[in-house]
């Protein structure tokens, strides 16, 4: 059993943060889930730009589509479904056999809707058609609009990775909206067990400002708290997840066959070079979690990893960590949203980007 393969004994599941043609057609994706436990891909615009610009197996079919679709976001989704379909249909084992809990892929919704609830769940909807896989997840973000169309998804049997979350306060108002869209719908008389969603709580931004503003305080008290906001932040979300999912307040859908939202932790590779590279995946292992990867993190976890049962350690210290920072003026719900419109600009310009690259 290598370090990745324990990790999913744990409980934990490992999502690849990456797709392009090339993973699909020379096999690595199939030899990640085969022998590392990868159960999982998500994507992104930065990801989907990435893979246009650098792999060679896109230019035909490219060239073929300029010269019949003349809108660009149409040939995007036409250059990039195929590949969610496919990786999809390579994780299907994985999805059968963990009964619904595990092998998606996940596809987001153009980031120019994150304030716009009505449309995310109209496209939403469009996208899944299109794709039309069982163990599809589709990207929202967690914009007070994008919580909103959350709910409304859940309500219609969706199933949604929800993005974009950068503190603990966003990530509990997307579990209590997956619990009233759940309500609503097991109160329509619809089947809510086979509803999924996940929390993406972004891990890796929230040290970097942090830090920053850390380093501008400068005092030794200050300086010992770089980078350690973000996976205090990330152990007390997971008391969050416990005392909702496993608590009173997602009772009765348990009852009735509902599954809980798992935590994802997302942006889970450092940015600061000085940090250990396993930073926020070691500490953060767990049951009913997942840890978006991407292959740098993946293949650091695969080489030196040594997990173990952490997320529920540590967390009267976590506490007492989130505690100083706030006496030093430090806001973690103000910078979560800052992260958060930072988020969506930054998903829209790498989507304006990509669109140029089809146009």
């Not at 996208?127 to 919580?147: A, F, Y």
């Not at 809980?260 to 000085?274: F, H, I, R």
Request: charged content about 20%.
């Amino acid at each position: 059993m290598n370090a990745t393969q324990h990790v999913t004994s744990l409980g934990q599941s490992l999502w690849l943060d990456n797709l392009s043609r090339d993973l699909l057609r020379d096999g690595t994706l199939a030899k990640l889930i085969a022998e590392d436990g990868v159960s999982g891909v998500t994507s992104n615009p930065s990801i989907f730009q990435n893979a246009f610009a650098n792999s060679p197996h896109y230019a035909d079919d490219l060239a073929n589509l300029k010269r019949r679709e003349p809108d660009a976001e149409r040939r995007y989704e036409a250059l990039a479904i195929p590949d969610i379909q496919a990786a999809c249909d390579l994780l299907l084992p994985v999805f059968e056999a963990s009964g619904g809990n595990d092998g998606y892929v996940s596809l987001e919704v153009a980031p120019r809707w994150a304030y716009d609830a009505a449309r995310t769940v109209a496209e939403a909807q469009r996208l899944s058609g299109r794709v039309d896989r069982r163990n599809l997840l589709i990207k929202v973000p967690g914009t007070p609009e994008g919580v909103s169309a959350f709910e409304a998804l859940t309500t219609l049997g969706i199933n949604v990775n929800v993005t974009l979350l950068f503190s603990i306060a966003q990530t509990q108002a997307v579990f209590d909206a997956y619990i009233r869209g759940l309500a609503a719908r097991a109160g329509a008389g619809a089947d809510v067990r086979r509803s999924k969603a996940v929390a993406s709580l972004f891990l890796s931004r929230v040290d970097t400002m942090i830090d920053a503003q850390l380093t501008a305080i400068g005092t030794q008290e200050a300086l010992s708290l770089r980078g350690k906001a973000a996976v205090a932040m990330a152990k007390l979300a997971y008391q969050a997840y416990l005392q909702t999912f496993h608590g009173a307040p997602f009772a009765d859908l348990a009852r009735q066959g509902a599954t809980p939202q798992y935590l994802l932790w997302a942006s889970s590779g450092v940015k600061n070079p000085d940090y250990h590279d396993l930073l926020y995946v070691e500490p953060l292992v767990g049951p009913e979690t997942i840890n978006t990867l991407p292959d740098k993190t993946l293949a650091a976890l695969r080489d030196h990893g040594k997990p173990a049962l952490q997320v529920t350690e540590g967390v009267a210290e976590a506490e007492a960590q989130l505690a100083e920072l706030a006496r030093l003026g430090i806001d973690m719900d103000a910078v979560g949203n800052t992260l958060q419109v930072d988020g969506v600009k930054s998903f829209e310009d790498a989507y304006q980007k990509l669109l140029q690259q089809t146009g």
